[in-house]
């Protein structure tokens, strides 16, 4: 099995949470801009149960490729689950949360990749 290089892991996770029907996936780069880690991948889901759905998908594809977060949060809240894969965390919202906390903007200076079907 090969091993997905940061970006490869952050497209791949995109993907899978379009999988479903995860919207609005954007790629934060933040490399050159923040030691916490290489790509904040960044999705929203409709309601606790689909934004659990989307991080069971991403987790699950994930684990599939040979990649285990280290780290997990907010499943049992359903409002923003954290999937920290070192150089890659995955942050799916509840979409009211997403616009509360605007990671996107508080990340500004960060180049985005939007992720589509």
């Known amino acids: 099995m090969r091993e997905l290089s940061p970006l490869a892991l952050a497209r791949k996770a995109g ?9 609005d996936v954007k790629i934060l780069k933040l490399k050159s801009l923040s ?7 960044i999705t929203s889901g409709e ?9 069971n998908a991403v987790e699950d ?9 280290v780290h997990k949060e907010g499943k049992s809240a359903g409002n923003w689950v954290l999937l ?3 150089d890659v965390v ?3 919202f509840y979409e009211p949360t997403r616009q509360f906390y605007s990671l996107e ?3 500004g200076d960060a180049p985005v990749e939007n992720i589509r079907d």
């Open 90 to 92: 995955v942050h799916i």
């Open 35 to 41: 030691s916490i880690c290489d790509y904040f991948v």
């Open 61 to 69: 594809g994930l684990y599939e490729e040979g990649v285990k977060p």
């Open 15 to 23: 993907q899978l949470a379009l999988s479903k029907k995860g919207f």
């Open 84 to 86: 920290d894969y070192i």
């Open 47 to 55: 309601a606790d149960i689909h934004v659990n759905a989307i991080a």
């Open 105 to 107: 903007k508080l990340w």
